[in-house]
C-alpha cells in the first residue's frame, strides 16, 4: 500500500525507529480494514496482529473499535477453512472482541451496537445457526441505516447476501446484494 500522503515500506520502518506507537497502530488497522475489505482475510488478521503490540497507546481512539471489529470479521471470514483447534481459538478471540464492542455498543449505540451485531450475525453463520444469523444481519442493518453509516450499511448487506447464496437462496441474497 503506498500513495502520496503514506507509503508503507518506507513509513513503517521510520515510525518504527521513531517509536511512533500510535501511528503503528493506525497504519496496522488502517491496513487489516483495508486487507478485509479486498477479500485478504489472512493479510487482515495479519495486520491485526502486527497491531496489538501497540493497541496500550490507543485504547480510546476510533482505530480501536476498528481493530476489534475487523479483526472478528477476519477471523469468521477463515473460519470454515480453518482446523477444528484452530476453529475453537477464533471463536475465543470472537468472544473477547464481543466483550469489548458490547460494551461499546452499551454506552454509545448510534456508533458502535450495529458493529456488535454484525460479528454477531457472522458469528451464528459460521455456528449454523441461520435463524439467529438472519435476525443479527437484519438488526445490524437497520441500526447502520438508522444512525448513517452508509459503509457498514453495504458491508452487513453484503454479508448478509453471500449468508444467502452460501444457503443457495438466491433470490432474497440478490435483494440483499442490491441494498449493498
Keep these: 500500500m503506498s500513495g502520496e500522503s503514506y507509503r508503507v515500506a518506507e513509513d513503517i520502518p521510520a515510525q518504527v525507529a521513531a517509536n511512533d506507537r500510535t501511528g503503528l497502530f493506525f497504519s496496522y488497522v488502517c491496513q487489516q480494514h ?3 475489505l479486498f477479500g485478504d482475510y489472512a493479510t487482515a488478521i495479519e495486520k491485526s496482529n502486527a497491531a496489538k503490540p501497540y493497541f496500550e497507546n490507543c485504547v480510546s481512539s476510533l482505530p480501536t473499535v476498528l481493530h476489534f471489529f475487523y479483526d472478528s470479521l477476519a477471523q469468521l471470514a477463515i473460519y ?11 471463536l475465543k478471540c470472537i468472544n ?3 466483550k469489548q464492542l ?7 449505540p448510534m456508533n458502535y451496537q450495529h458493529k456488535f451485531l454484525l460479528v454477531e450475525a457472522e458469528r451464528y453463520r459460521v455456528l449454523g445457526q441461520k435463524l439467529k444469523a ?6 445490524a442493518i437497520s441500526l447502520a441505516k438508522e444512525n ?3 459503509n457498514e450499511e453495504a458491508l ?6 453471500k449468508f444467502y447464496l452460501d ?5 432474497v441474497a440478490a435483494g440483499y446484494m442490491q441494498e449493498a
Design 102 to 108: 458490547k460494551k461499546w455498543g452499551h454506552y454509545a
Design 167 to 171: 444457503w443457495g437462496k438466491e433470490k
Design 34 to 36: 483495508l486487507n478485509y
Design 134 to 139: 438472519i435476525d443479527y444481519y437484519d438488526r
Design 156 to 161: 452487513a448487506n453484503e454479508l448478509a447476501a
Design 80 to 90: 470454515a477453512t480453518a482446523t477444528p483447534p484452530q476453529r475453537q481459538q477464533i
Design 96 to 98: 473477547a472482541n464481543q
Design 148 to 150: 448513517q453509516f452508509l
